[in-house]
């Protein structure tokens, strides 16, 4: 009960202190009301507990404020509310109604301090990724908390004696607990524990140096942690050194600071979890939208397409040093060129892909734009073209087999322009892009692109052809090797062909207008991988002439019995047709073929055999008369 005239004077100061807790949540809760909406009622994604957590978080808390606002000044509302439920409540102010104030002012601390700790635990939870050891323990602290806060909380109440004040119309409390700075010490010592948890989860993470332990901890929120514990032990010192009037206003306002950073924690948390989206997740509007789903999209195929013909091409570079370690220098330092850019192609890719989806990971519009700024988005032409002219050189490899089989200068020459116009097309494309001229690099690469087509298409067809010309002029076994050749040549270059296709065509068809649509996205695809299939189509076809050597080795040999004849005549393009096995080897032997003959004559003493040897390709040539076998009898 308040009797001296300094503490009277103390009271009068305090009662008006008691509305400035209602009137920040209430501030507090206009600035904030857009956030609510979106975040809150307007997101849906959060669910229906998140949306109780918040409402007995802040509604709550803002009742129980405006009511305890109510308590504290008494009469003065009679001059303002004529007539109104507020002026009729005060009126009836007593002795019973302090002690209700008193039990509903101790049960909203209690929910309150439930509610901003659990949501507490909930983020401490997710940031030790659902650990099951983790959660036993925060359960046990939680409930320990719970327990020892409604226990104190219940003591603190009943201990509590409010009294009426006829004069002031209000309620008056005298006396202090002991207990109260119990009730205060296990909130901070709870509080205290939460934020030694963030410390063990950020120093429990793998990190290079010891200062990335204060940038870890900022990304978890140890800032609001820290800050509720320093608002509460405040509030716990003010109890222990300050009166009870003081410590009742102290404990309204560290209540609403509380409430305050709470409402801001959860907000935040329900702005930033669109992963459990049922739907689709939208991470742009209109423009950008498309960005992110085109151009990032296609760098995320193109790069998966890359890495997957990657290893193809180890593959058969291990399969070409196994079995081709006499070839000649030329061809193996052709090899293992390739080998190298291709490898450097894909480290490209792997740079492009980090900086991509790790750098830029939380800008996708940034990210997105880096395929018109960044150099090693721009150096992926050149990487193409470089790897282009690797296999122009297996394609002179085709020109010189095809310059072997048709003596046609008309048609090899424009070939060899070809490709060596289409390497040149990419370098000034390349310079181009780098000089910011957009129209002129459109220009030069669709030049390049239809280039690369037309050589491919110019080059497998004419081979076809002149395949399928020579083999009807050669015997049934070099014809089969050429038909093996023929279907070769189709299988390394069809894919490629229609991959330059499909890069030509998309490259020059869609909106000009807009950057991002599905023929960029075919483009970035098409463009990364078909140098690899230019890579994958010359290593195949160097490896497999094993297979056709093997192939024409079992019909090298001819027999023939019953004194039958067995011959042929290779055409003077016998030679001619070995330049697909020799490789770029400038020493070409003829085909050979070992020739058996056996004359077997039944007579009355004997049998005798004859056996004829080696014979060259078109040489072996037998006469069947009656004389020649006397004179080989004799």
């Known amino acids: 009960m308040v009797t001296t005239g300094s503490s009277m004077k103390e009271f009068i100061d305090l009662r008006f202190f008691s509305a400035i807790p209602f009137t920040m949540a209430l501030y507090e809760h206009l ?11 307007g997101n849906p994604n959060a669910r229906w507990h998140s949306k109780l957590v918040f409402v007995s978080n802040r509604y709550l808390t803002e009742c129980i404020l405006c009511f305890t606002a109510v308590q504290r000044h008494g009469n003065d509302f009679e001059r303002y509310s004529v007539r109104s439920f507020i002026c009729t409540y005060t009126r009836r102010l007593s002795a019973h109604s302090c002690l209700q104030f008193i039990w509903l002012y101790g049960i909203g601390c209690v929910i309150f301090s439930a509610t901003s700790h659990f949501i507490m635990v909930l983020r401490i939870y997710r940031l030790w990724d659902h650990r099951t ?14 327990s020892a806060t409604i226990i104190l909380g219940v003591f603190v109440v009943k201990t509590l004696q409010p009294t009426y004040a006829q004069t002031l119309r209000t309620c008056v409390l005298s006396t202090k607990p002991l207990i109260l700075e119990a009730l205060f010490g296990v909130t901070c010592c709870f509080d205290l524990a939460l934020v030694l948890f963030i410390v063990f989860n950020a120093m429990d993470r793998p990190r290079r140096t010891s200062v990335a332990i204060v940038s870890e901890l900022q990304q978890d929120g140890v800032g609001i942690f820290v800050m509720l514990f320093v608002i509460r032990l405040a509030n716990m010192l003010v109890a222990i050194f300050c009166d009870i009037s003081i410590s009742f206003v102290s404990t309204t306002t560290s209540w609403t600071l509380s409430t305050i950073v709470n ?38 195929l193109a790069i998966s397409a890359d890495l997957l013909l990657q290893g193809a091409l180890f593959a058969q570079f291990a399969h070409y040093t196994t079995l081709y370690k006499k070839d000649t220098i030329a061809l193996r330092l052709f090899v293992y060129g390739l080998l190298l850019l291709t490898t450097l192609k894909t480290v490209q890719a792997i740079t492009i892909l980090w900086v991509q989806n790790v750098d830029h990971f939380m800008n996708p519009f940034e990210a997105a ?28 490899f085709y020109c010189h087999r095809f310059w072997v089989i048709s003596r046609k200068l008309h048609v090899v020459g424009p070939m060899l322009a070809l490709f060596l116009f289409g390497l040149v097309a990419s370098f000034v494309a390349t310079a ?3 000089a910011q001229h957009p129209i002129l690099q459109a220009r ?31 015997l049934p076994e070099t014809a089969g090797m050429l038909s ?30 807009q950057n991002a649509n599905v023929s960029s996205m075919l483009a970035i ?55 697909e096995l020799g490789g770029l080897s400038a020493h070409n032997r003829a085909i050979e073929v070992h020739t058996q003959v056996q004359t077997i004559q039944h007579g009355d003493d004997a049998i005798t055999v004859f056996t004829n040897g080696k014979a060259s390709m078109g040489m072996v040539m037998e006469d069947r008369s009656e004389n020649d076998l006397a004179s080989l009898k004799d």
């Not at 669109?274 to 939208?289: K, L, S, T």
């Open 31 to 41: 600035i904030t009301f857009d956030d609510e909406i979106r975040t809150i009622w």
């Open 133 to 146: 050891g983790v959660v036993r323990n925060l359960t046990a602290m939680f409930a320990v908390f719970i």
């Open 263 to 300: 409402a801001r924690f959860q907000m935040r948390l329900e702005g930033l979890v669109p992963a459990r989206a049922v739907g689709p997740v939208v991470m742009f509007e209109d423009e950008d939208h498309n960005e992110g789903n085109y151009i990032l999209g296609g760098w995320d």
């Open 369 to 396: 734009g880096l395929f018109f700024t960044l150099r090693i988005f721009q150096m992926n032409l050149v990487f193409a073209a470089i790897i282009a002219f690797c296999k122009s050189h297996v394609q002179m």
């Open 432 to 434: 181009y892009e780098f």
């Open 444 to 474: 030069w690469i669709a030049a390049h692109l239809a280039t690369v087509l037309v050589g491919d298409l110019v080059l497998c067809g004419s081979t076809a052809y002149s395949l399928m010309k020579t083999s009807r002029q050669v």
């Open 484 to 513: 093996a050749i023929l279907r070769l040549t189709i299988q390394s270059a069809v894919p490629a062909v229609i991959c330059a296709l499909i890069n030509l065509v998309a490259s020059q068809s869609g909106d000009a207008n």
């Open 525 to 579: 695809i098409c463009n990364n991988a078909l140098p690899k299939l230019y890579a994958v189509s010359a290593l195949y076809t160097l490896n497999s002439r094993q297979n056709i050597r093997l192939a024409r080795s079992h019909g090298q040999t001819t027999s023939s019995s019953d004194g039958g004849r067995r011959s042929g005549r290779r055409g003077t393009h016998g030679q001619h047709n070995n330049i």
